[in-house]
């Protein structure tokens, strides 16, 4: 029977505990069931080295796995003897178990731990507990690997007592001596308040559980609902475009036929005329023949005689309107077709703003708030640039159309319905829907401010000024300081200086911040109004000592304080 254990014991997996099944064996020379070692270097796959159960000896890469056949020769031969099984009381300790701590030899797993006695019993050492009325106040838990922690440090005596002075547990010793006066307990009375609370705690942790539960239900319902919104607008929008194409293709197979019709009704014409201005040479040829002849004829009385017989010839009607008639073919249609497809640019780009401010506006449950430092706005960077046909004409743009600035003499003569004409203001091409930010680096007196498009451009009245109608929001920078300004009702701001402001759009949420930029960012004014169109980024100067000047520029994905100070010098390395 002993020589039958110790065999079972040699071929038993250490992991599962059981008769080695598909034995393998690694390169330390320990051997395991095949599935057992997988999953476990499964479980170390992540750290790039793999290791072995018992003697943690690593290999690098992962070893390949054979069956070894001698091993599993070995474990049916012992199978054949009746031994399949273990005895119920041999369930040996494995590496993540708690042994007892009275088996000699190979440990059994424990099934409890003293208080008491601290230390850990398999069934068959943990009976004594049971049957002797010595050990009948010992306190019994489940196996615990951590009993050595309830032992003092300093007297080696079990600590039963709480200090709740130094909110720590402690021995008796302790408690006549280095703790003594202070606030104690049983370390059980404490263990009792402090379970009180963490039943509170818990209750609290599981409604915060049912909470979030709900609300990932509702995100999963709304991630649903959002993707068959979007997989239906997607098909529905195909259609709407393949309709539009097929009609362009329409109108394009409509002119192509048109064209080729008319081509061929003028065509006719025009070789029915050549056709009788042949025939008419033909006839004039062979009037010219017969006068030719009887001019050559040497007989004075034949020549009288022939003469009255020549018929008269006919007018033409068709050479002289051939000569003084303009040619016109089918340039004017070219330059229709073109009018049209011009036509078509602006309604799509009309319309694709439109869309595009839709699609920002699809609402879900979620809603970001407005970040809280430099880095969380530069998620939101966008690069602006100004629209030349809106500048008025003493404001020079130049690197790339973001940078403006004021000259006392016009830069263009050119006019266009989109100019500011008396305002030294300027708008930027893009519209801005969604999230945006950008910055203003500035000089002089400027008004840093966003506005509709259809803002007045013509005239000196308050429907064009930045900030002076229901439009248009401005931010009036100084050395003296800031004003805000919309639908001309200007609020002065207090704020600390600096050269350059940041400005904080979200359109669907109807927030418009302005912040003063330095090392730090400090808010100087923030709106929350609801937007009814696509804004513009817009620019108002004031021709302060004939030189001032506005970078609109593209922010860095980082800010580094020691590196972007704010300088012209430093402004210019952004670009």
Known sequence: MEQNQLDRETLSCSICLDLLKDPVTIPCGHSYCMKCIKNFWDEEDHKGIHSCPQCRETFTPRPVLKKSTMLAALVEQLKKTGLQAAPADLCYAGPE??????????????????????????????????????????????????????????????MKMFCRTDQKCICLICLMEEHKGHDTVSAAAERTERQRELEVRRENIQQRIQDREKD??????ELEAIK????????????????????????????????????????????????????????????????????????????????????????????????????????????????????????????????????????????????????????????????PNTANSRLLLSEGNRKVTFMNQPQSDSSHPDRFTDYLQVLSRESLTGRCYWEVERRGIVYVAVAYKNISR?????????????????????????????????????????????????????????????????????????????LHAGVFMQPVENTAELLLIPTPNTFNPTLDRLTRTDTQTLF
């Open 228 to 387: 068959h919104s979007a997989d239906k607008t997607v098909e529905d929008s195909e259609k709407i475009f393949t309709q539009l194409i097929r009609l362009i293709q329409k109108r394009s197979s409509d002119v192509k036929q048109q064209i080729r019709s008319q081509q061929e009704t003028e065509g006719s014409r025009v070789k029915e005329l050549q056709e009788k201005l042949e025939q008419e040479i033909t006839e004039l040829k062979r009037k010219d023949a017969e006068l030719k002849q009887l001019s050559d004829t040497e007989d004075h009385n034949q020549f009288l005689h022939n003469y009255p017989s020549l018929s008269a010839l006919s007018e033409s009607t068709h050479s002289s309107s051939i000569k003084i008639r303009p040619l016109s073919y089918f340039e004017d249609v070219t330059a229709a077709v073109s009018e049209l497809r011009d036509q078509l640019q602006d309604i799509l780009r009309d319309a694709w703003t439109n869309i595009s401010l839709r699609l920002t506006e699809v609402d879900v449950l979620l809603s970001e708030p407005e970040p809280k430092s430099r880095a969380g706005f530069l998620r939101y960077s966008c690069e602006i640039t100004l629209d």
């Open 216 to 221: 990932v239900k509702l995100l999963q319902q």
């Open 458 to 534: 013509t005239g000196e009245g308050n429907e064009c000024l930045f900030g002076a109608n229901d439009k248009s929001w401005a931010l009036y920078c100084s050395q003296g300081g800031y004003k805000f300004g919309h639908n001309n009702i200007w609020t002065s701001i207090s704020g600390p200086g600096s050269s350059r402001v940041g400005v904080y759009l979200d359109h669907r949420a109807g927030i418009l911040s302005f912040y003063s930029v330095s090392e730090t960012m400090t808010l100087l004014h923030r709106v929350q109004t609801t937007f009814t169109q696509p």
């Open 97 to 158: 178990d708690v042994a007892c701590d009275f088996c000699s030899g190979r440990k059994l797993k424990a099934i409890k731990s003293c208080l008491v006695c601290l230390a850990s019993f398999c069934e068959k050492h943990l009976q004594p507990h049971y049957d002797s009325a010595a050990f009948k106040k010992h306190k019994l838990v489940e196996p615990s690997k951590n009993l050595q922690e309830n032992i003092c440090s300093r007297h080696d005596e079990v």
